[in-house]
T-cell receptor, first 116, second 116 residues
Framework: DAGVTQSPTHLIKTRGQHVTLRCSPI?????VSWYQQVLGQGPQFIFQYYEKEERGRGNFPDRFSARQFPNYSSELNVNALLLGDSALYLC???????????????FGSGTRLTVV | AQSVTQLDSHVSVSEGTPVLLRCNYSSSYSPSLFWYVQHPNKGLQLLLKYTSAATLVKGINGFEAEFKKSETSFHLTKPSAHMSDAAEYFCVVTAFSFSGTYKYIFGTGTRLKVLA
C-alpha cells in the first residue's frame, strides 16, 4: 500500500507569491492534518480535515487555508508568502472509526518550502 | 492543556552504549503518547505509542518507553546504540477537543548523536 504522498518535494518561491501543497492520504483514511516544521523546531499543527470539513485550526494567520476533496486528498494554500513561511510542511492521515480514538497519524515525507 | 517537554536538546552516546531520551508530559486527561524519529531531510517515522494499555511499550529498532503516571514521564530507551540511530527524536502527546479536533503536540526534539 502507498503511504501518505506529498507533492512537490521541494519548492522555491518569492516573497508575496502564493503556493499550493498537495497531499494524498493512505487509502481509506478520511482524516488529514497539516503541520509546519520550521528548521530546528518540532512540527506545529496547522489544520485538520475530516470528511471534507475543517475539524480544527492552529494558531496560523488567515493567509493559510486548506481544503479536502471528495477523494480525501487535501491541499494547503499559503498566500502572500513571507520569509518566515520557509519550512517543511508535513501532511498526515489517520483512520477514524467510531470508538477508535487512539489510532495515530501516518506522516508523509513533507514538502520543503523555501521563500526567498 | 496538553504539553510535552523534552529535557535534553542534544544527547551524545558512544556506539554500543545505552540511550536515554527524556520526555515529561502534561495532560488534563489520560494521554496517548508517541515517540517519532526524523532522519535528516526525511519525514517522521513512528517508533512506538502508548495508548493506556501496558505501561512498558516496545517499539521498532529495539527502542522502548515506559509510561510513569506518577512522574508524568515517558522516557525513550535503547540498550545499545547503533550508528543508524543518529537522528532527531520527538515526543508527542495527543490533544482532543469537543469540536472533534485530534492533533499532536510535539516536543522541541532531541538530537541524538552516536559516536564511533
Amino acid at each position: 500500500d502507498a503511504g501518505v504522498t506529498q507533492s512537490p518535494t521541494h519548492l522555491i518561491k518569492t516573497r508575496g507569491q502564493h503556493v499550493t501543497l498537495r497531499c494524498s492520504p493512505i487509502s481509506g483514511h478520511k482524516s488529514v492534518s497539516w503541520y509546519q516544521q520550521v528548521l530546528g523546531q518540532g512540527p506545529q499543527f496547522i489544520f485538520q480535515y475530516y470528511e471534507k470539513e475543517e475539524r480544527g485550526r492552529g494558531n496560523f494567520p488567515d493567509r493559510f487555508s486548506a481544503r479536502q476533496f471528495p477523494n480525501y486528498s487535501s491541499e494547503l494554500n499559503v498566500n502572500a508568502l513571507l520569509l518566515g513561511d520557509s519550512a517543511l510542511y508535513l501532511c498526515a492521515s489517520r483512520l477514524e472509526r467510531p470508538g477508535q480514538g487512539t489510532g495515530g497519524y501516518t506522516f508523509g515525507s513533507g514538502t520543503r518550502l523555501t521563500v526567498v | 492543556a496538553q504539553s510535552v517537554t523534552q529535557l535534553d536538546s542534544h544527547v551524545s552516546v558512544s556506539e554500543g552504549t545505552p540511550v536515554l531520551l527524556r520526555c515529561n508530559y502534561s495532560s488534563s486527561y489520560s494521554p496517548s503518547l508517541f515517540w517519532y524519529v526524523q532522519h535528516p531531510n526525511k519525514g517522521l517515522q513512528l517508533l512506538l505509542k502508548y495508548t493506556s494499555a501496558a505501561t512498558l511499550v516496545k517499539g521498532i529498532n529495539g527502542f522502548e518507553a515506559e509510561f510513569k503516571k506518577s512522574e508524568t514521564s515517558f522516557h525513550l530507551t535503547k540498550p545499545s546504540a547503533h550508528m543508524s540511530d543518529a537522528a532527531e527524536y520527538f515526543c508527542v502527546v495527543t490533544a482532543f477537543s469537543f469540536s472533534g479536533t485530534y492533533k499532536y503536540i510535539f516536543g522541541t526534539g532531541t538530537r541524538l548523536k552516536v559516536l564511533a
